[in-house]
């Protein structure tokens, strides 16, 4: 590898920012917050929009495993901030714990259904698992919903339905292990002790996927996954559990947030929307809040928000992009501008990713186009691939891009 080669390597963490261990970017600290279960109070969410804007940038991210990242916090902010977490009842005791609690629950869940209290037993199993030492991006999936519809979520563990109850399997496996509701959490937390014993994470990082593709299942998983259908991405509108709405890039400002909770709790998902919640069964919830009215159900208008997507036909839904530069150090562009000039040239049914490095942070996935930045306003472009795979075409420039939007169908 050459020292060019070298300069345009982003650095790799190799681990998620928290609450507890706030990363540094270009535009300040990011600061991630993992509510219980995926959901925010109204006055959780109204909390976390004032801490936005009196400690950061006043703008917020849904991440792709369905938390809440608060942007551009201030050094001098940060002690405030995180008392205003230990406040709204979202902070851990400690990192460790944070970083263990890893866990993307269905946004689909209902009060009291197995979905709902697997996750709650998974995340006090390992709240209390305080020797259990896991990678940083090591996650969970609960997706026990009569279809599952997290199987594009990054995790190394999974639950889903099976036939006789639940299912626990290691990510990238074709068996599992059957098991019940009350029973699957403990034994996810022995699938991650076996995923450590199997030198799953040589020098602190490792994903589950890899190990498998390596090393024999435990000799107990031999129930084969079920073939279901894979659920298609859900489109903003209504659901029989609330009101999705989705965000350009993934990002809101603090504003929009504290005006959706005038409507109800939110769920965050993993397809960078908010669920909201439908208020008629509200008081069956057991998440922290404070006695309140009965929140009106929002209207079209009411919805008429700052970074809000409201319609599936919206060409942003077939966009991704990552923060880009200059808020983050890695990139080497802008990226959101040209994504968004670019989205109504995709085709329906395809996905362009614009990534500000190879990390392709935004989505790691193979797409159909993907542009990956190399200097400023310079792209590779990807086809059917992820943002560090080998480019098609090199040195395109943003502006001739956008001059031949067609250029990144042509041929195929």
């Known amino acids: 590898m050459t020292q060019a080669d070298l ?10 920012p928290g609450a507890l261990r706030p990363m540094m970017s270009g535009d300040g600290l990011v600061v991630r917050v993992r509510p219980p279960l995926g959901r925010l109070t109204p006055d959780q969410a109204r909390g976390l929009a004032d801490l936005s804007q009196r400690c950061g940038s006043g703008l917020l991210d849904v991440s792709a495993r369905a938390n809440l990242q608060l942007r551009g916090i201030r050094d ?11 406040h709204l009842e979202l902070l851990d005791e400690d990192a460790a714990a944070e970083a263990r609690r890893n866990i993307a629950i269905t946004p689909f ?6 979905s709902h209290r697997i996750a709650s037993a998974l995340a006090a199993a390992l709240s209390a698992a305080d020797d259990l030492v896991l990678p940083g991006k090591f996650g969970f999936v609960v997706d026990c919903g009569p279809t599952p519809v997290l199987r594009d979520t990054a995790a190394d563990i999974r639950i889903e339905r ?8 290691a990510d990238g496996a ?40 390596r090393r024999a299942l435990p000799a107990s998983h031999v129930a084969p996954v079920l073939n279901a259908p894979r659920a298609a991405t859900p489109q903003p509108g209504p659901t029989e559990s609330g009101v999705l709405v989705a965000l350009e890039f993934g990002q809101m400002p603090a504003a929009t947030l504290a005006a959706l909770a005038d409507h109800g ?4 998902t993993p397809w960078r929307m908010l669920l909201i919640e439908d208020d008629s069964d509200a008081a069956h919830h057991t998440a922290p809040t404070h006695t309140a009215p009965t929140l ?28 880009g530069a200059p808020n983050c150090h890695q990139a080497r562009s802008t990226t959101r501008n040209l994504a968004r000039d670019l989205a109504a040239y995709v085709p329906a049914g395809r996905h362009l990713h614009v990534s500000g490095c190879a990390k392709g942070c935004a989505h790691p996935r193979a797409t159909d186009y993907v542009l990956t930045a190399t200097d400023p306003d310079v792209f ?13 075409h090199t040195s395109l420039s943003a502006r001739a891009l956008r001059a031949a939007p067609d250029f990144l169908t042509e041929g195929n």
């Not at 709790?265 to 965050?268: G, S």
């Not at 009106?296 to 923060?323: F, K, N, W, Y």
């Open 174 to 213: 074709d068996h599992g292990l059957a098991l019940t509701a009350e029973t699957v959490a403990q034994e996810a937390i022995a699938l991650a002790r076996w995923f450590l014993d199997q030198g799953g994470a040589p020098e602190g990082r490792g994903r589950m996927r890899q190990l498998i593709a």
């Open 162 to 169: 099976c036939d006789t109850g639940v299912m626990l399997r």
């Open 296 to 323: 009106a159900a929002p209207t079209q208008s009411d919805l008429a928000l700052e970074g809000l997507i409201l319609e599936g036909r919206d060409p942003r839904l077939r966009v991704t992009a990552c923060t």
């Open 265 to 268: 709790a939110l769920r965050l």
């Open 76 to 86: 001098t902010a940060y002690d405030a901030l995180i008392d205003g977490l230990r």
């Open 7 to 16: 300069s345009q390597t982003p650095k790799v963490y190799g681990w998620c």
């Open 380 to 392: 590779d472009l990807i086809r059917n691939g992820t943002a560090a795979d080998q480019p098609l």
């Open 109 to 114: 869940w209902q009060p009291g259904d197995d």
